[in-house]
């Protein structure tokens, strides 16, 4: 397992714990709003290796909760199954993080009881999400798919969508909302421009059109949250 980057606290990436993220390399999407291009287009090297990452969390037991794992997609690493149950195997919760475009492995990891908390992020309306993912070909029963895997399946779950001025419009979160009707959380995040981002052009949305876009939602997911205000 190659392991990019290591946080060693975090409060909000996995909701309600006291967690550490770890980031896996590599991914099959390229938003062009993304903030770890150099990382999903594997230009990275390594960090850590997988001895050192498991040494620390040794001294890590008993004060953290659990492990975010993220990237980059982390379903396109092929010992990611076995990555998780040596985490939880030492008492740790897994959350996984995941772009839904591969399914399969997120039912498999599912089935076998290894993640406790996944987190979706839905990128668009389907009509739009080769546009917004930078792959216009994408096969988007995949992600719906893997909507429908997490609401049967995953212990606990969250969708979110980064809003992008370019991309997205109140249309599109009413699309949004039919894709997960009956959803348990969702959560909106406002666009911010970094120098990591690859398209310079793009902007967030006013604060006031996100609490607009929030209210779409509301009927369609039983909780619906925007994060960063």
């Known amino acids: 397992m190659k392991l990019y980057g290591l946080q060693k606290l975090t409060l909000l990436d996995y909701p309600g714990k006291t967690a550490c993220t770890v980031f896996l390399g590599g991914c099959n999407m390229r938003c062009p709003f993304c903030h770890n291009m150099e990382l999903a287009e594997g230009k990275m090297e390594p960090q850590l290796s997988e001895e050192d990452f498991f040494a620390f969390l040794e001294k890590r037991a ?20 076995e990555f998780m149950k040596r985490i939880r195997d030492m008492g740790f919760l897994v959350k996984l993080d995941t772009n839904g475009l591969r399914p399969a492995v997120l039912e498999d990891i599912l089935d076998r009881g290894l993640a406790d908390y996944v987190a979706m992020d839905v990128k668009n309306s389907l009509e739009k999400y080769g546009q917004t993912v930078g792959i216009p070909t994408i096969d988007t029963t995949a992600i719906t798919r893997s909507i ?16 992008v001025a370019q991309f997205h419009t109140s249309e599109d979160m009413e699309r949004i909302g039919v894709m997960l009707r009956g959803a348990k959380r969702y959560f909106l995040q406002n666009f911010e421009m970094s120098e990591m981002v690859p398209c310079r052009v793009l902007s967030p949305v006013s604060k006031e059109e996100l609490q607009r876009f929030a209210e779409v939602l509301t009927g369609s997911v039983e909780e619906v949250g925007i994060r960063g205000l």
Do not use: N
């Open 148 to 163: 429908a895997i997490i609401q049967e399946k995953a212990p606990d779950y969250e969708f979110r969508t980064t809003v």
């Open 62 to 81: 008993g004060l953290l909760d659990g492990v975010a794992i993220t990237g980059g997609e982390p379903t396109l690493s092929p010992d990611l199954p």
